[in-house]
């Protein structure tokens, strides 16, 4: 059983970043790709980014592409979502999950094992 516990939202202006961090416990992350969703109110919940269990591939939902960046740190069995350039409607609450051996594409929400309880982060204008 995979514990997840995201940590790093909070509120920040257009065009500044932050920092998600998922601390991971249950087991080690190597064998597990993981990913980044978000969810806005009123909407359905979306990836963000994967990191494949390998560590050698990555998939990005259009709408962040070249502004943010998943990575791991095996050391600390923590995943990262790093995000720049943050825009009002990246607001959102943002979950962290994982699955065994998953590759770095878009899964849908049924695939995923392991979720953590999300860390809301707010984008003002």
């Known amino acids: 059983q995979v514990q997840l516990v995201e940590s790093g939202g909070g509120l920040v202006q257009a065009g500044g970043s932050l920092r998600l961090s998922c601390v991971a416990s249950?087991?080690?992350?190597?064998?597990?790709?993981v990913a980044w969703f978000r969810q806005a109110p009123r909407k359905d919940r979306e990836v963000v980014a994967v990191?494949?269990?390998?560590?050698?591939?990555?998939y990005y939902a259009d709408f962040v592409k070249g502004r943010f960046i998943i990575s791991t740190n095996d050391a600390e069995n923590t995943v990262y979502l790093q995000m720049e350039s943050l825009q009002p409607e990246d607001t959102a609450v943002y979950y962290c999950?994982?699955?065994?051996?998953?590759?770095?594409?878009?899964?849908?929400?049924?695939?995923?094992?392991?979720w953590g309880q999300g860390t809301q982060v707010t984008v003002s204008s």
């Open positions: 999950a994982a699955k065994l051996f998953a590759m770095a594409r878009d899964l849908p929400l049924s695939a995923w094992n392991y």
């Open positions: 249950g087991a080690t992350l190597s064998r597990y790709g």
């Open positions: 990191l494949a269990w390998s560590g050698g591939s990555t």
